[in-house]
């Protein structure tokens, strides 16, 4: 599955920011879906995932209460909603179809081209 997203931009810290990523073909509802994080001089890390129906989700520590991950079979897109943002905040994002629903790099099956996410204080 070929992925793009697509929402990132500048924002002052406790702004919000709405990242997209649409996926070609039909097999979107296949994947569980998620969002990883790479900031300067920092490894990719894990910031939400979302089962195939999008009854479950999992958020790392950080984002919890302020981001929400939310899916649209019938659009083959994923969203991140962003709130209070914070300059730690900042970062690459970067969408994931997943093998399985988890939480590792392992898990993903197929990247999207990044997002830059830049959040001023």
């Known amino acids: 599955v070929q992925l793009q997203a697509s929402g990132g931009g500048l924002v002052q810290a406790g702004g919000s920011l709405r990242l997209s990523c649409v996926a070609s073909?039909?097999?979107?509802?296949?994947?569980?879906m998620g969002w990883f994080r790479q900031a300067p001089g920092k490894e990719r890390e894990f910031v939400a995932v979302?089962?195939?129906?999008?009854?479950?989700?999992y958020y790392t520590d950080s984002v919890k209460g302020r981001f929400t991950i939310s899916r649209d079979n019938a659009k083959n897109t994923q969203y991140l909603q962003m709130s209070s943002l914070k300059p730690e905040d900042t970062a690459v994002y970067y969408c994931?179809?997943?093998?399985?629903?988890?939480?590792?790099?392992?898990?993903?099956?197929?990247w999207g081209q990044g997002t830059q996410v830049t959040v001023s204080s």
């Open positions: 994931a179809a997943l093998r399985a629903f988890g939480s590792s790099s392992g898990d993903v099956g197929s």
């Open positions: 073909g039909r097999t979107f509802r296949r994947y569980p």
């Open positions: 979302i089962s195939l129906s999008g009854t479950s989700t």
